[in-house]
């Protein structure tokens, strides 16, 4: 723990659980009407729009990719105490991935129907977190918790204007389930208008309390595990219905699942409701489904009972069995906080025929929807750097690496090449010290950098020493761990190697939602790699082991910049580039890329990959543009032709919607000899293959188009299509 960290947390306890008298009133207030509750809503109905959001992104604040998306219509009834009904009107799905569907399996509820009590969990009966937090305005809260007065704005809503104080929940104590966040409450009547939080504390994830000593220690170790890997925020915003009742308007969850080994790559799932058409107090009581005496019942991990039957027959609780009952249709019933609750999914013949959608669904969320889950996410893991690592459970020291090519690869240029990374946090806010080593075979050279990274919610800058293996060629990057799979198997590399030491600054920023931007800049000594390699795994299975050379590299000292836009997602996704070099030679080279996939007739969809690039100045080999290989020609080598200015074009048709699907392409491609004087006509290939799951994993065959050529086989993971 920081010792300034420490010492403020000391001087808070000091002070008591308040900044102020104005917020100990405040709180006050909100405690006596959260403890009442209000009881003048009996009933109410709405309709739900629910939508879970699946992303990739390459670190805590970087544009998010998405990969997957489900939307669901349901109509809700709610009556006091806390009886809850959902029927499933129609449910929707897409995915990044050609053939690949998702069901969330929405058979529970998800969403906190109307009030939240003094502990809080948002799935009760599945238990989730596993032990409940301490709700801020339970009783005795204020031992767990320091509240602060920070803000407030004016609500123009009809009939009446609202003034909502925004008060700032700490956690004080690591020995219990908690919550941070911002609570705001309406400063006439002291109700909760918006609650905004994660997850803190210990316990969470892993209920400790076990048997036998052993239990707890192994129960504990589990839970400091889950709590690196995973973090859970939620943004519970109410409404002001006919000009008196508060109830939920809109709820969202973010799991943020991150391996703390990895600092490239964060998956956070969205789930987001919204409630609509609502309509309080029509004295319409509603009953439950009359469930027959033989459907199965389980009892609730968190709290109650829980009947489920699916279909015509009975339906077991395990997780195979709750992914596939929808697919027949379930009814589950449970009891839970104050009440019972029962889901009605219709079987999928019914949900996916659903005629109620008034658009199509597209695989980013509305541009409102991403701003504000984008908000959240920032401002979550700002009060979570802030935190003492006490709460948070994240260590100081820990191994780090920015993607798994930093473990293992293989390439023609070094061999097997192992690397190991550790990273420190100093104690600064986003500040850390990453260390990386590794040793590559065939080369022989120890490699190495040290990385001075400031992540913050805006940008990320990073201080570099650098002695290691880098691509030339940014259009064909072989340091991947697609590439060392090919080239470990085929002993063909679509990789050009400089090897290159000196010292480094960049720096990413988030260009709105959309796109990023990368600024770079370095003084470097370039030089060839030492040897090539010999595959002895492709010998085995029958090949000869012989890479083809590596690109020329013209050694020297040089100094290097280079700006970078990237941006879109599926089914748009380009890049552009300025990069400049001085020392030994100059050269200027900028290209730019782009990939488009787009629906075609007769069930038939198809992927265009394109880029060009341009360079003038002297002479300089490993700043050539290269054709031939996986990503331009497919049915010519890597590096087959080279020059200062380039272009290439491949377009890939296949059947849409199959998990596995034949596919035919063509590709394109001319070299310029000098600057932009291209002579004679373009080379070209063809060529087919077998894609599973829009590319994942994917075997093609292709031959140049030229009388008497042959046709190369590969096996390409990450492919275009």
Known sequence: MGLPITLLLSLQVQAGPYADSATASLIARARERHRQQ???????????????????????????????????QSELQWQAPNDLKVVTLGQRSRTAFRGMTMDAGWTRPWFVPRFLGDSIRLISDRGFPDRAAIHPLAAGADAY???????????????????????????????????????????????????????????????????????TVRADRDDAIVERILRVSA???????????????????????????????????????????????????FVFTDLPPDTSQHKGRGRGNIRRRCGDRVASDSLADTLSDPKRGCITEGTWMGGRFEMDVPPD????????????LLLSPSAADAARLDDLRRDVLNM????????????????????????????RAEGVSLGAGYEWRPGPAFVSLLAKARYAFTDGRLQGALTLRREAPSSRLELVAFREMRDADPLAPGLSFANSVTALMFARDDGSYVFAQGGAIRFLRPLGLRADLTLD????????????????FNALLGGDGRFAANGAVVAGHYGVAEASVAGGSR?????????????????????????????????????????????????LPQRDFRLGGEKTLRGYPAGWLSGPSAWAVGVDVGLAGHAISPV??????????RSLSFIGGPAASVGAGVSVFGGVVRLNVARPIAPYAPWRWSLVIGARR
Do not use: C, M
């Open 38 to 72: 209000d009881a003048a809503v009996h009933d109410y109905r709405a309709t739900l729009l629910s939508r879970l959001d699946a992303n990739v992104g390459r670190g805590g604040f970087a544009r998010l990719l998405p990969i997957a998306v489900e939307e669901e």
């Open 145 to 215: 918790y320091r509240y602060a007065i920070a803000d407030s704005v004016q609500l123009a809503l009809p009939g009446r204007t609202v003034r909502a104080l925004e008060v700032r929940i700490t956690p004080t104590r690591a020995d219990a389930s908690l919550i941070a966040g911002e609570l705001w409450l309406d400063a006439e009547t002291a109700e909760t208008v918006r609650l905004s939080f994660t997850f803190i504390g210990n316990r969470l994830w892993v209920d400790s309390i076990g048997a036998t000593h052993q239990d």
């Open 235 to 285: 943004d519970l915003e109410y409404g002001l219905y006919e000009q008196r009742y508060w109830l939920p308007f809109r709820q969202s969850v973010t799991l943020d699942i991150q391996l703390p080994w990895f600092k490239n790559l964060v998956l956070p799932v969205h789930f987001i409701t919204t409630f609509s058409g609502v309509r309080v107090n029509e004295n319409q009581p």
């Open 349 to 360: 013949s019914e949900l996916h025929h659903y005629a109620g959608w008034k658009d199509s």
């Open 384 to 411: 979570v750097e802030r935190l003492p690592d006490s709460l948070t459970g994240r260590p100081r020291l820990g191994l780090a690496f920015d993607r798994f090519a930093d473990i293992w690869r293989y390439n």
């Open 521 to 536: 800049a370095r003084y470097e000594d370039e030089t060839a790699p030492r040897a090539l390699a010999r595959d002895g």
């Open 571 to 619: 089914p748009v996704e380009w890049a552009a580039t300025v990069e400049g070099t001085v020392g030994t030679r100059s050269h200027v080279r900028s290209w730019l890329a782009a990939t488009a996939r787009s629906g075609l007739f007769g069930g038939l969809d198809a992927t265009v990959s394109g880029w060009f690039g341009a360079g003038t100045g002297d002479s």
């Open 664 to 673: 035919v392409f063509v590709d394109a491609g001319q070299v310029a000899l």
